[in-house]
């Protein structure tokens, strides 16, 4: 077979690796934006020296600038830079995967139609700030496509058909149609502009008129009118109003306060096909499991406290959104989930199909969760497999998978889910997204995180839902703590996969049977005894370490146990950003007072806090334990937002749980008998 050499100019960041990335190239334009990274750093609120206005403050994030009249009167959450730098980074990658096919749709190449769909001899030409210039690469074509290779080097271009680019701050027509549902002050919209190349526009959109006007201004202040258009409707109606086919947004971005569920029927009829939606939730107490019914009647979904919790609630969420779309024969495709400081964001794109949403029931789950040692089981829904003609056929599944009493300790299971229990990311997406993070540092404030969190995401386990903490297994059985490279080698040594999560800094996840795990406790627990007289034959440790293990733990550690994100030093779980950070309140016309006793109970809260500081979502869990007093006196103007609860007061379900498995403080394990001071994690 003889093959025609055919030069082509590749951009340097985009890999060659084709059938999604079909463009042609264009000169590198130096019009446009500066580099975000030359720009002013970070969020930086001038305050009161910037103030010329009275009362007025001006925050620059990434490309942007945003003006506020007053704190607090529009909401705008500093904390939240990496939410919207992540999100400028997945709708860059979306809107090349997006241009890329729309150019095979339109066949801009004449002859085009006659070439073999993965050859990739065009690449979209989108110009990400702060990406090199593009390379001449050479791509070998296979004798088929060699006739029509002198198409290809040059003239390929029909008459009037104009090599387009795709440039931030420039209205590409192909280009993506966004909506930030729930818009604020306009930042991410505006970011979004000035930031990301492809879009056809941007329609940033608030229910309050307040925000709608400071939309207007801070557009008008960034020079984005073209891109951005300012609406002031509530988010449902507007998505409603964008339901038939044509009209239909490429990119739906909500970040309500607190629970998206509300808009979420909305949000999966009015995404394109293949649309991107990005999706925002800092209810975390109700997904982490503190009050189930509540979880439940938000998202379908009972959540329960557990270690895994913050997995467990981005897989609550998928679990929601799949079960929406399918209503209207449509089903979710996750891109990349992520659970960070406060909140989790999960990016999941659309598709339609009756066929392929038979398939929803098999991809989700039950969780029996042991009271007493926090061993899980998933339980499928329903059951897909093989049928004739390489049909698939559906039935019920069978279960359960545990028995009524737990087999390890004794003790009962709880039930939790149904939750999303295929993989959470799409890793050839995350692969790109980090490397164009990795490879153009400077485009974002938060790339260092970014690359972090991306790094530990391509090293999840993509197949093995949840997941175990150390100091969980080492409590379970009041033993000092292993290295985690030592239990990880364990695990690897007899035979399996383990990782670590993206979502908590001491996850365990893996493929062994909790019967292999226990075992290999077992054995670590015969290297530093734990005194029997001093368990209650009750309690899971006592049951647990009654028993001999099967399999011998070989705990030498192995190269392959260290993680290479690890093993590169990358910046993967961060600490707290700032002083009073989580979600925020409310805005609120003339917002300064009730923003401000907000701030002081913080101040209060954070300086009684002890070290290490408490996991914000145990945290945020564990505040809503307490009954408002203001609620009660009805004078709590927080809503769902005050961190103090608003139910009833219901007697805690604590009775007969064993201490050492209180889901609640996983930071603060009581200390066991013969407790030594493990060396613990990192
Ligand atoms: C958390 S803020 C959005 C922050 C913004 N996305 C950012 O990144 O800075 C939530 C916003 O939703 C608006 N909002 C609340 N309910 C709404 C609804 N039903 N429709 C549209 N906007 C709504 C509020 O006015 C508020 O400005
Ligand atoms: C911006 O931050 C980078 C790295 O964080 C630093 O090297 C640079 O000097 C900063 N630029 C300005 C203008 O502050
Ligand atoms: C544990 O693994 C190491 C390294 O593979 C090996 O040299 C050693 O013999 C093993 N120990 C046992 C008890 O199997
Ligand atoms: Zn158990």
Same mark, same amino acid.
């Given at each position: 077979?003889?093959?025609?050499?055919?030069?082509?100019? %590749?951009?340097?960041?985009?890999?060659?690796?084709?059938?999604?990335?079909?463009?042609?190239?264009?000169?590198?334009?130096?019009?446009?934006?500066?580099?975000?990274?030359?720009?002013?750093?970070?969020?930086?609120?001038?305050?009161?020296?910037?103030?010329?206005?009275?009362?007025?403050?001006?925050?620059?994030?990434?490309? &942007?600038?945003?003006?506020?009249?007053?704190?607090?009167?529009?909401?705008?959450?500093?904390?939240?830079?990496?939410?919207?730098?992540?999100?400028?980074?997945?709708?860059?990658?979306?809107?090349?995967?997006?241009?890329?096919?729309?150019?095979?749709? *339109?066949?801009?190449?004449?002859?085009?139609?006659?070439?073999?769909?993965?050859?990739?001899?065009?690449?979209?030409?989108?110009?990400?700030?702060?990406?090199?210039?593009?390379?001449?690469?050479?791509?070998?074509?296979?004798?088929?496509?060699?006739?029509?290779?002198?198409?290809?080097?040059?003239?390929?271009?029909?008459?009037?058909?104009?090599?387009?680019?795709?440039?931030?701050?420039?209205?590409?027509?192909?280009?993506?149609?966004?909506?930030?549902?729930?818009?604020?002050?306009?930042?991410?919209?505006? *970011?979004?502009? *000035?930031?990301?190349?492809?879009?056809?526009?941007?329609?940033?959109?608030?229910?309050?008129?307040?925000?709608?006007?400071?939309?207007?201004?801070?557009?008008?202040?960034?020079?984005?009118?073209?891109?951005?258009?300012?609406?002031?409707?509530?988010?449902?109606?507007?998505?409603?109003?964008?339901?038939?086919?044509?009209?239909?947004?490429?990119?739906?971005?909500?970040?309500?306060?607190?629970?998206?569920?509300?808009?979420?029927?909305?949000?999966?009829?009015?995404?394109?096909?293949?649309?991107?939606?990005?999706?925002?939730?800092?209810?975390?107490? +109700?997904?982490?499991?503190?009050?189930?019914?509540?979880?439940?009647?938000?998202?379908?979904?009972?959540?329960?406290?557990?270690?895994?919790?913050?997995?467990?609630?981005?897989?609550?969420?998928?679990?929601?959104?799949?079960?929406?779309?399918?209503?209207?024969?449509?089903?979710? +495709?996750?891109?990349?989930?992520?659970?960070?400081?406060?909140?989790?964001?999960?990016?999941?794109?659309?598709?339609?199909?009756?066929?392929?949403?038979?398939?929803?029931?098999?991809?989700?789950?039950?969780?029996?969760?042991?009271?007493?040692?926090?061993?899980?089981?998933?339980?499928?829904?329903?059951?897909? $497999?093989?049928?004739?003609?390489?049909?698939?056929?559906?039935?019920? &599944?069978?279960?359960?998978?545990?028995?009524?009493?737990?087999?390890?300790?004794?003790?009962?299971?709880?039930?939790?889910?149904?939750?999303?229990?295929?993989?959470?990311?799409?890793?050839?997406?995350?692969?790109?997204?980090?490397?164009?993070? $990795?490879?153009?540092?400077?485009?974002?404030?938060?790339?260092?995180?970014?690359?972090?969190?991306?790094?530990?995401?391509?090293?999840?386990?993509?197949?093995?839902?949840?997941?175990?903490?150390?100091?969980?297994?080492?409590?379970?059985?009041?033993?000092?703590?292993?290295?985690?490279?030592?239990?990880?080698?364990?695990?690897?040594?007899?035979?399996?996969?383990?990782?670590?999560?993206? &979502?908590?800094?001491?996850?365990?996840?893996?493929?062994?049977?909790?019967?292999?795990?226990?075992?290999?406790?077992?054995?670590?627990?015969?290297?530093?005894?734990?005194?029997?007289?001093? %368990?209650?034959?009750?309690?899971?440790?006592?049951?647990?370490?009654?028993?001999?293990?099967?399999?011998?733990?070989?705990?030498?550690?192995?190269?392959?146990?260290?993680?290479?994100?690890?093993?590169?030093?990358?910046?993967?779980?961060?600490?707290?950003?700032?002083?009073?950070?989580?979600?925020?309140?409310?805005?609120?016309?003339?917002?300064?007072?009730?923003?401000?006793?907000?701030?002081?109970?913080?101040?209060?809260?954070?300086?009684?806090?002890?070290?290490?500081?408490?996991?914000?979502?145990?945290?945020?869990?564990?505040?809503?334990?307490?009954?408002?007093?203001?609620?009660?006196?009805?004078?709590?103007?927080?809503?769902?937002?005050?961190?103090?609860?608003?139910?009833?007061?219901?007697?805690?379900?604590?009775?007969?749980?064993?201490?050492?498995?209180?889901?609640?403080?996983?930071?603060?394990?009581?200390?066991?008998?013969?407790?030594?001071?493990?060396?613990?994690?990192?």
């Amino acid at each position: 077979m003889s093959r025609a050499r055919i030069v082509l100019w %590749l951009r340097l960041t985009l890999r060659p690796a084709c059938s999604l990335y079909r463009a042609r190239f264009m000169e590198e334009q130096t019009q446009g934006l500066r580099n975000p990274g030359e720009m002013e750093n970070g969020t930086e609120p001038c305050g009161e020296e910037c103030a010329s206005e009275a009362q007025e403050t001006t925050v620059t994030e990434g490309a &942007a600038k945003i003006a506020f009249p007053s704190a607090n009167e529009v909401f705008y959450n500093p904390v939240q830079e990496f939410n919207r730098d992540l999100t400028c980074a997945v709708i860059t990658e979306f809107a090349r995967v997006q241009l890329a096919a729309k150019g095979i749709q *339109r066949g801009a190449f004449s002859g085009g139609a006659s070439l073999s769909p993965d050859l990739c001899f065009w690449v979209a030409a989108v110009k990400v700030p702060g990406e090199k210039d593009v390379q001449k690469v050479v791509v070998d074509l296979s004798e088929q496509e060699e006739e029509n290779a002198e198409l290809k080097e040059g003239a390929n271009l029909a008459p009037g058909d104009q090599p387009r680019t795709a440039a931030v701050g420039e209205i590409c027509e192909e280009g993506l149609r966004v909506l930030e549902g729930l818009a604020a002050s306009g930042l991410r919209s505006i *970011r979004f502009a *000035r930031e990301v190349p492809g879009l056809q526009s941007v329609v940033a959109n608030d229910a309050s008129a307040r925000a709608v006007d400071l939309i207007r201004r801070n557009v008008q202040l960034n020079g984005v009118a073209h891109l951005v258009h300012p609406r002031q409707a509530d988010a449902r109606m507007l998505m409603y109003q964008h339901q038939k086919a044509s009209e239909r947004f490429d990119v739906i971005d909500l970040d309500p306060y607190g629970s998206p569920a509300p808009f979420l029927d909305a949000a999966v009829q009015a995404v394109s096909e293949g649309g991107l939606l990005c999706v925002t939730c800092t209810d975390m107490a +109700v997904l982490a499991g503190n009050s189930g019914e509540t979880c439940y009647s938000k998202y379908g979904a009972m959540a329960l406290k557990s270690r895994a919790c913050h997995e467990m609630a981005l897989r609550i969420v998928l679990h929601s959104l799949d079960l929406r779309a399918n209503c209207y024969q449509r089903f979710v +495709v996750p891109l990349l989930s992520v659970s960070a400081d406060f909140y989790v964001r999960v990016f999941v794109r659309v598709f339609t199909g009756q066929a392929k949403v038979k398939a929803s029931a098999s991809k989700q789950a039950l969780v029996f969760q042991c009271v007493g040692c926090g061993t899980f089981h998933l339980q499928r829904l329903g059951k897909a $497999s093989g049928a004739s003609g390489g049909r698939v056929k559906f039935s019920a &599944a069978c279960g359960p998978p545990v028995a009524p009493e737990c087999e390890h300790c004794g003790q009962r299971h709880q039930l939790g889910g149904p939750l999303w229990a295929e993989p959470i990311h799409d890793l050839d997406f995350v692969g790109r997204v980090l490397e164009a993070v $990795s490879t153009n540092p400077g485009r974002f404030h938060t790339a260092e995180r970014i690359r972090g969190v991306l790094s530990v995401i391509t090293e999840e386990l993509p197949d093995v839902p949840l997941y175990y903490t150390l100091d969980q297994l080492s409590s379970t059985i009041r033993c000092s703590t292993p290295r985690l490279l030592q239990l990880r080698s364990a695990l690897l040594h007899a035979g399996f996969r383990v990782s670590l999560s993206h &979502a908590c800094k001491n996850a365990v996840k893996t493929d062994a049977p909790s019967s292999a795990l226990w075992d290999i406790m077992r054995c670590w627990e015969k290297e530093c005894p734990v005194k029997r007289e001093r %368990l209650s034959e009750t309690s899971p440790a006592f049951r647990i370490l009654s028993v001999e293990p099967r399999l011998q733990a070989n705990f030498t550690i192995r190269e392959d146990a260290n993680p290479s994100s690890r093993q590169r030093g990358l910046k993967r779980f961060q600490a707290n950003p700032e002083a009073n950070w989580g979600p925020r309140p409310r805005a609120r016309p003339g917002g300064k007072a009730a923003g401000g006793a907000m701030e002081e109970r913080r101040r209060l809260h954070q300086n009684k806090r002890k070290e290490p500081a408490e996991d914000p979502v145990q945290r945020a869990a564990r505040l809503k334990t307490f009954p408002c007093k203001r609620f009660k006196e009805g004078t709590c103007q927080h809503g769902d937002q005050c961190c103090y609860s608003h139910s009833s007061p219901a007697p805690e379900d604590t009775a007969d749980e064993d201490p050492g498995d209180h889901p609640e403080t996983p930071c603060q394990n009581p200390p066991g008998p013969g407790m030594a001071t493990g060396p613990g994690v990192d």
